[in-house]
């Protein structure tokens, strides 16, 4: 009727007296879902152009096959070519236009198509190909910048198995994998099969247990009802979904919304993205007017609506024929001669190349706006309307523009508050899950106190006890999820079989997809770590040694217990060398009683000195300085101390200090005094560090241990200690792994043990060490008051649950057990399942490096000793000075530096002759008063009393 109404009208208007017709063909699928309409639109759109074309008319050529059979659709296409078309419009995907190109570009005929958007579809010999939807590429960067404004990071992606599903997804991941956009994160992906029906059951559980509230679903529009059908009914839509849905769907939303499910708000919420079409162009509005009249007489369930790829196929017809009637006024357009039916006319299309040149260099204004391509055919400067499924009123669901996106200016919303979300929501959702949403999780779990214990007589499947089962008790109320518990056949934890490449245990059932999570004090190392994921830590361990303690009575030098054997032997290097320091400073220094007395005696004629002292006596003559009637030597002994600095007394001193106590005879310098003070602080510090640590040894009954730490066991030189470790244990890996050797020395020299309870029975019977984690060794053995924990812990680790690789549970499981760790709530635990005895003795207590004081603890109290010493060195060299400064001078020893020589060289004199006695033949006597020997040694203090002042101090 459309025809004949049309062709009325054709006669009607004026034509040139004969126009060259050239042959366009209509290539589709029978199984389009929009095969009818664009029989109806396409047709139009020739006679729409052939009404308005004065050089050339179209004809147009249908042809339609079998979509899932490739012989019909060659043949078909083979159909056109003996017709000679010279362009073909092909509404179908990215496949079928790629298959179509084999036949139709080796002819240089050129394919005009309306929804392929396979980035890889050209090919070398698809040259001749004319895209008017843009790539999937430019539709994943439009779907990132969405994801981007509402802050949804976490997605989940559905697609069908096709190429348009296959590159949507492709693209995506490459834009998400980017540095620049590494804050997304893909939960899941998973693709269904869509021929001939789709299978979504085990595709929406895996979406579904991926835990993200934002989907993309990319697939074709006939499969997307069906995909949010299931997903409905699995609780996928709700109000805290986000479902983003592609150009495919929303251009086609008659397929989306079957005419009982338009007025259904199922559905009401979805966000979309559509190719961008003008709807301000008149040609738009023409055949708009036009499509309503028409559509209804369209065979079909419901009038479909004027779609995006239906205003493209009016576009196609017209750029086809505006590219031949250019060809045609060059006087350069000739009739193709191909037939597929002749092999010998199996020869391209002269004009073909010219043909696709033209088509690809000229603007034209169309029904969805202006066309311009790029070189390659594509259309130039693609864009996107953002839009939202939703009613007004009473009308039906309709997509609705909320925005738009392009390749130069991004994304544009108009107002997020205007945008209905899934359930009615008018607020954004987070985009994250904040529970399970009932789920059921199979847990793995095995006996091993007090993290998890079996409940006796108790067949259910959650009858286990302990911290671990509490921890999943409040996970589950938190989260809401149920669970069950599932032990391995083996009861083991999890050991990796190198030869083959299997695991066992707990982690083998997971890894194996018999349970979800492992709910352990699992231990967290590098060998499993790439096999599994953990949780955060939810308890600090290590490994740490174990044994029993014996009477300190077995030890009759207990006393010597808290300092290691370099401090005892420092300590006694130190007083020695103490004593040796006082009685130095004592002879060295011009303040000591040594020191005044050889210095008077040296510089002094005692002859004089008496004979001045006789004459203010007896003739009561008053000299000018009253000290000269004085012997210097007489008065430097009256008023030395009682007991001067000898060696001996020197070693008494500082042996006396050892003990607090003190003596009669103190050094009299004042550099010989403040060394002894830091000897007497240095003491009382070694003092009070011995008194409180041998306290501490003496209340654990400890003494019977000899050795400190777990790799002194390395050292013994008669094995008195055993010592074991459970096989195959986190621990014995760990130790092997450790680039200390000595760690694993350890391991091969260790009784390799079955169970925790054989090393605990060893360790009860004595002279054994157990090496475990700490936790279980705290348990299990510390509780008695003569097991002790040995050196401290080595190699620290943490305790988590094992998840599978990219487990969507990870990010809730953390959430909720950092929180638990905030609050204490492990120590609260830890607390309510620890057994241990509450007797009163201190079964924790650590025994070993960390009490047996060692140089490297002490060594700050002996530096500052030493840096005593050092100051009192400067003391007495100021001390040496002063005393010089205040001696007389005479004719010879008139400056303040020939007085420092002389001191310097009459103490050189008094170290060779009296300390060493190398050079008298006789020792003086001890109290000074001989000393006119060394009189003769000084040639230059040769003077009469009468001509030279005798110096008034006598300490020079």
């Not at 911290?467 to 990796?496: H, Q, W």
Request: with cysteine; net charge negative; aromatic share 10%.
């Amino acid at each position: 009727m459309l025809r004949l109404l049309a062709g009325l009208i054709l006669l009607s208007l004026p034509h040139p007296a004969y126009t060259e017709e050239y042959t366009i063909g209509l290539l589709t699928s029978s199984q389009n879902t929009q095969k009818s309409v664009l029989e109806a639109v396409i047709p139009y759109a020739v006679d729409q152009f052939n009404a308005n074309s004065t050089d050339i008319t179209l004809k147009l050529e249908i042809a339609s096959y079998n979509g899932s059979s490739l012989y019909e659709l060659v043949m078909e296409a083979c159909k056109l070519v003996n017709k000679r078309t010279v362009a073909v419009i092909s509404p179908d995907g990215s496949n079928t236009v790629a298959q179509a190109a084999d036949v139709f570009s080796p002819l240089n005929v050129p394919i005009i198509s309306l929804v392929a958007t396979d980035p890889h579809i050209r090919r070398a010999h698809r040259d001749n190909m004319l895209l008017l939807s843009p790539s999937d590429a430019f539709q994943s960067k439009a779907i990132l910048d969405l994801l981007g404004h509402f802050r949804w990071h976490e997605i989940s992606i559905i697609a069908s198995d096709s190429n348009y599903g296959i590159n949507g997804v492709h693209y995506l991941q490459q834009l998400i994998t980017r540095r620049d956009e590494a804050k997304f994160v893909i939960k899941a992906i998973t693709f269904f099969n869509a021929v001939p029906v789709p299978l979504l059951n085990n595709t929406l559980k895996n979406i579904k247990r991926s835990l993200a509230r934002v989907i993309i679903l990319n697939c074709e529009s006939q499969y997307a009802s069906r995909v949010l059908e299931e997903a409905f009914k699995m609780g996928l839509m709700a109000r805290e979904y986000v479902w983003i849905v592609t150009d495919a769907i929303t251009g086609n939303p008659h397929n989306l919304l079957p005419q009982g499910d338009r007025y259904s708000d199922r559905y009401s919420g979805l966000i979309g993205i559509r190719l961008a079409i003008s709807k301000n162009t008149r040609g738009f509005r023409t055949l708009s007017e036009e499509f309503e009249k028409m559509r209804w007489n369209i065979s079909a369930i419901s009038p479909p609506p004027l779609t995006p790829s239906l205003v493209l196929s009016y576009d196609a017809v017209q750029i086809a024929g505006k590219g031949l009637a250019t060809l045609a006024q060059k006087n350069s357009l000739e009739q193709p001669d191909s037939s597929c039916s002749h092999v010998e006319k199996w020869a391209p299309w002269s004009a073909g190349d010219n043909y696709f040149d033209v088509l690809k260099s000229t603007s034209y204004h169309g029904a969805s706006g202006l066309w311009t391509f790029t070189e390659e055919g594509t259309k130039d400067h693609p864009g996107y309307e953002i839009v939202n499924l939703r009613r007004y009123g009473y009308d039906p669901l309709m997509f609705y523009e909320i925005g738009t996106w392009s390749e130069n200016g991004g994304l544009q919303i108009e107002q997020d508050s205007q945008i209905k979300f899934l359930g009615g929501a008018t607020k954004r959702p987070m985009g994250v899950a904040n529970s399970l949403n009932g789920e059921h999780l199979v847990l793995g779990v095995t006996d091993n106190p007090p993290f998890a214990s079996k409940i006796p007589n108790c067949t259910d499947t959650i009858c286990w006890e302990g911290i671990c089962p509490d921890v999943v008790m409040n996970l589950s109320s938190a989260l809401n999820f149920t669970y069950e518990f599932v032990e391995p056949a083996d009861k083991a934890f999890g050991r990796f079989d190198p030869e083959t490449q299997t695991w066992n245990g707990l982690i083998g059932d997971m890894l194996s997809q018999k349970t979800d999570m492992i709910t352990m004090d699992l231990s967290v190392g590098v060998e499993r770590k790439r096999y599994i994921d953990f949780t955060v830590s939810f308890m600090d361990s290590g490994i740490s040694l174990a044994m029993k303690g014996e009477s300190g009575k077995s030890d009759i030098f207990f006393f010597m217990s808290p300092f290691g054997y370099s401090v005892w032997c420092m300590i006694v290097v130190v007083f020695i060398f103490m004593g040796i320091i006082l009685n130095l400073i004592s002879k060295l220094s011009p303040y000591g009683s040594y020191g005044k007395k050889i210095h008077a005696a040296q510089v002094c004629k005692c002859e004089e000195c008496e004979e001045r002292r006789l004459a203010k006596q007896q003739l009561n003559i008053k000299f000018k300085y009253q000290s000269q009637s004085e012997c210097l030597v007489v008065r430097a002994r009256e008023e030395a101390e009682d007991e001067t600095m000898t060696f001996y007394n020197s070693l008494w001193v500082a042996g006396a200090g050892l003990v607090g106590q003190g003596t009669a005879a103190l050094p009299a310098s004042p550099s010989g005094r403040f060394i002894l003070f830091i000897w007497w602080f240095f003491i009382l510090l070694i003092i009070s560090m011995y008194t409180a640590n041998l306290t501490a040894f003496m209340t654990l009954d400890k003494i019977g241990i000899t050795i400190n730490s777990a790799k002194e066991l390395l050292k013994q030189h008669k094995k008195k200690y055993e010592w074991g470790i459970i096989e195959g244990s986190f621990v014995e890996s760990l130790l092997i792994n450790n680039v200390d050797p000595d760690f694993k020395k350890l391991v091969d020299g260790a009784v390799k043990v079955k169970t925790v309870e054989e090393g605990n029975q060893r360790v009860h019977q004595g002279g054994f060490a157990f090496l475990d984690e700490t936790p279980f060794l705290s348990y299990n053995l510390l509780g008695s008051c003569d097991i002790f924990q040995i050196g401290g812990e080595i190699q620290p680790f943490d305790y988590g649950f094992g998840l599978p690789k990219s487990s969507p549970y990870t990010e809730l499981m953390n959430t909720q057990i950092i929180k638990y760790r905030e609050l204490g709530f492990f120590d609260e635990l830890w607390a309510k399942w620890d057994k241990t005895p509450a007797d009163g003795c201190d079964s924790h207590h650590d025994v070993g490096a960390d009490e047996v004081l060692q140089m490297s603890t002490l060594q700050g109290i002996f530096l500052l000793l030493a840096l005593g010493l050092i100051i009192s060195v400067v003391l007495m060299l100021l001390e040496t000075v002063v005393a010089t400064a205040q001696d007389d001078y005479d004719e010879i020893h008139r400056t303040f530096w020939a007085k420092l020589v002389r001191r310097v060289r009459l103490k050189y004199e008094d170290i060779r002759t009296e300390w060493f006695m190398s050079s008298l033949p006789h020792r003086p006597s001890k109290n000074g008063d001989n000393y006119q020997e060394l009189l003769r040694l000084d040639s230059m203090d040769k003077y009469s009393s009468s001509e030279v002042k005798i110096s008034t101090n006598h300490a020079v």
